[in-house]
């Protein structure tokens, strides 16, 4: 069974730091491109960073220089680490997974965790 549950959000001061993890079960995150998206009240879901299979990264402008993807194979999870969060990071953190082959689409996400950044 396909599962991705995240863990590590909460509420922070501006400045602050958090640690997401997203820990995947029943498929490889090494194979899939991994993302981490999120979805502030009344705003659409947007991509923040994402890491491909051969361990690229890529981010939105908005988080480049404060956040970090990465991804350990051994225990099959993904992070995202986020320095000097500000208070237009609140949201809601998705974690996703996508691989595409041979026309077959796999596309899993998880039940998101919620960041808080306020005084």
């Known amino acids: 069974q396909v599962q991705l549950m995240e863990s590590g959000g909460g509420l922070v001061q501006p400045g602050g730091s958090l640690r997401l993890s997203c820990a995947a079960s029943g498929f490889i995150v090494s194979l899939y491109a991994m993302g981490w998206y999120r979805q502030a009240p009344g705003k659409q879901r947007e991509l923040v960073a994402s890491?491909?299979?051969?361990?690229?990264?890529n981010y939105a402008d908005s988080v480049k220089g404060r956040f970090t993807i990465s991804r350990d194979d051994a225990k099959n999870t993904v992070y995202l680490q986020m320095n000097s969060l500000k208070p237009e990071d609140t949201a809601v953190y998705y974690c996703n997974a996508y691989y595409r082959i041979a026309g077959l689409v796999y596309d899993y996400w998880g039940q998101g965790t919620v960041v808080t950044v306020s005084s």
């Open positions: 890491i491909s299979s051969s361990g690229s990264a």
